[in-house]
């Protein structure tokens, strides 16, 4: 499985962005995704996830009604809006596909390369 972030750049606060995570290989469909982000000097931070039929999201609380995860299955591809973003959003976006809809980075077994947001003040 391979997975291919691309929607990343730089943005003013409240702007803005929407990231795609596109895949490939057998069984992708059957898959959760989820989307991570790293910020400098930060450890990896869960974002949002969603389940492989797209019925179940979850979102970290610091995006909750400024995110949104959706996947097209017939594209293979999974997308995270991204609305009123502040500075503190500043991060590298990652993409994962695994077994489970969960909030915990090794529960996921397939990563991207990652994306970089940027939010100017």
């Known amino acids: 499985v391979q997975l291919v972030e691309s929607g990343g750049g730089l943005v003013q606060a409240g702007g803005s962005l929407r990231l795609s995570c596109a895949a490939s290989g057998r069984f992708v469909s059957s898959y959760a995704m989820g989307w991570f982000r790293q910020a400098l000097g930060k450890e990896r931070e869960f974002v949002a996830a969603?389940?492989?039929?797209?019925?179940?999201?979850i979102y970290a609380d610091a995006v909750k009604g400024r995110f949104t995860i959706a996947r097209d299955n017939t594209k293979n591809t999974v997308y995270l809006q991204m609305n009123s973003l502040t500075p503190e959003d500043t991060a590298v976006y990652y993409c994962?596909?695994?077994?489970?809809?969960?909030?915990?980075?090794?529960?996921?077994?397939?990563w991207g390369q990652g994306t970089q947001v940027t939010v100017s003040s």
């Open positions: 969603i389940s492989f039929s797209g019925r179940t999201t």
């Open positions: 994962a596909g695994g077994p489970r809809t969960t909030m915990t980075a090794l529960q996921y077994d397939y």
